[in-house]
């Protein structure tokens, strides 16, 4: 006996036309719906499949293969994404600061200038990250990727060629972070970037990567410190529940010349070799150079204390030493400025470090 089930449309044996079972009252007697809407109770012995509804066996076969094929393209978009996702060497010596970093890192370790790149995102804290990644395209900004980051674990957000840099050396990531318990809240990153391509053909900019394992050119987004800190009045209002009492502050500031070098809330590495800050040195003459390495480290200097900066990696390689000695030279006429040797481990001798003391009651 052929077994029915609801939706089955069926054609009566004992009387002309037929309709679609809408209940199965028992084992002996269906409920069906004729065309005019009327239902009519009739016995499963006087009725039987209208197999012109059903599908045929082609058609089952094709929707069969359709659905296979769905289902390898969603694991293949499955595997794909696993794939870009890695962890990090936590422990590794010399393992950088914990924070959100972007990096490029060639294919060829041993061939730094040729081949193709992976482009990072590093997420070096034990916080979950939500993430966007937006490329700035003329006048326009284009999100090329977003996502979720686990704690601790890199994503390759995108393999380029070389010809490929142009487009990905200015843009912006934000991100929040996410912990199911935890003692801090993190403030949300907002951390653009804007790098030189000529960056990308030197040996020196590819360092080795604590917590990559491999070489890459490495720009710190933010180091963690920098998100615990945040803005102080935000900060008491999560904690101390002021709310309206906090004061109110301009949330749109015009941005300063030091922003579009800023590595960190608060910070910025700004490089001084000529070819950073000049497309073509030819017909400069090393005075004609120097003045303009000076120049643009006074603006940025001023313009990081003007805009509340704590620390500005000023880097001005090894040489000769005149650069350098005619920056600590300059610094004797700023008030509420320090300076000192800048890591070595990321910057070799070739950079100093200027901290920024902000006058009280400013």
Not at 146 to 153: A, D, L, T, V
Not at 328 to 344: D, G, V
Request: proline letters at 3%; charged letters at 25%.
């Amino acid at each position: 006996m052929t077994a029915f089930k609801i939706g089955d449309r069926v054609n009566f044996l004992n009387n002309v036309g037929g309709g679609k079972i809408t209940k199965i009252i028992d084992s002996r007697m269906v409920m069906v719906e004729v065309e005019d809407g009327f239902e009519l109770p009739t016995l499963i012995s006087e009725i039987v499949l209208d197999y012109r509804s059903q599908p045929s066996r082609q058609q089952q076969i094709v929707d069969t293969v359709q659905q296979e094929i769905k289902e390898r393209e969603a694991l293949q978009q499955q595997q794909e994404e696993d794939a870009r996702h890695g962890g990090l060497r936590r422990f590794a010596k010399e393992a950088e600061k914990e924070g959100v970093y972007l990096a490029f890192v060639p294919h060829e370790q041993q061939w730094l200038l040729t081949g193709a790149l992976d482009v990072m995102l590093v997420n070096h804290t034990p916080y979950e990250m939500l993430y966007t990644f937006t490329i700035k395209e003329e006048d326009k900004f284009v999100n090329v990727d977003y996502g979720q980051m686990e704690k601790y674990e890199k994503v390759v957000v995108e393999t380029i060629s070389r010809e490929d840099l142009d487009y990905w050396c200015n843009g912006i990531v934000q991100a929040i972070f996410t912990k199911e318990t935890a003692d801090e809240i993190l403030m949300p990153l907002n951390a653009p970037f804007s790098l030189r391509t000529n960056r990308f053909f030197k040996e020196g900019s590819y360092l080795m990567s604590g917590v990559l394992g491999e070489k890459a050119v490495m720009v710190c987004l933010s180091e963690m410190v920098a998100l615990k800190r945040g803005d102080p009045d935000l900060m008491r209002i999560v904690k101390e529940g002021v709310g309206s009492q906090a004061p109110k502050k301009d949330l749109m500031k015009q941005e300063a010349p030091i922003d579009k070098h800023r590595t960190a809330p608060g910070e910025a590495t700004v490089d001084l070799h000529i070819a950073e800050l000049v497309d073509n040195i030819a017909g400069l003459s090393s005075h004609d150079m120097f003045t303009i390495q000076m120049d643009y480290f006074r603006k940025m200097l001023e313009s990081a204390i003007a805009a509340e900066y704590n620390k500005v990696t000023f880097i001005h390689g090894v040489g000769n030493g005149v650069l350098k000695n005619a920056i600590i030279e300059e610094l004797k006429k700023y008030k509420n400025t320090e300076n000192r040797m800048a890591s070595i481990a990321k910057f070799g001798v070739g950079a100093i470090d200027v901290v920024i003391r902000i006058p009280q009651g400013c």
